[in-house]
């Protein structure tokens, strides 16, 4: 199993800047991508940006330019660097993981606890 952890959310004006860090531990060698979906009150989970362990990404299309995803080079971290922020950027932002569990390329997907960003001035 992979257990995924988040940390930085919290309260910032808008125009502000945060940066989201998630560490993962357990079985992470399975690991072949990380990233970032939220959830806004109301609305569906949505995916932010996602990067593959050979730094393929993925971002929501809205949101080029102003979160820019990382990792570390041991593939078990995953920060998300978010600028210009906008109090519609408001929601929970799930840490996320995909691990292969075989050779026929089945997967399973990990999530973390959330972490609450709020964007209110």
């Known amino acids: 199993q992979v257990q995924l952890v988040e940390s930085g959310g919290g309260l910032v004006q808008p125009g502000g800047s945060l940066r989201l860090s998630c560490a993962a531990s357990?079985?992470?060698?399975?690991?072949?991508?990380m990233g970032w979906y939220r959830q806004a009150p109301g609305k569906e989970r949505e995916l932010v940006a996602i990067?593959?362990?050979?730094?393929?990404?993925n971002y929501a299309e809205t949101l080029k330019g102003r979160f820019i995803i990382s990792r570390d080079n041991a593939k078990t971290t995953v920060d998300l660097q978010m600028n210009s922020l906008k109090p519609e950027d408001t929601a929970v932002y799930y840490c996320?993981?995909?691990?292969?569990?075989?050779?026929?390329?089945?997967?399973?997907?990990?999530w973390g606890q959330g972490a609450l960003v709020t964007v209110s001035a």
């Open positions: 357990g079985r992470t060698f399975n690991i072949n991508a």
């Open positions: 996320y993981a995909k691990a292969v569990v075989n050779v026929e390329g089945a997967y399973r997907e990990h």
């Open positions: 990067m593959t362990n050979s730094g393929l990404t």
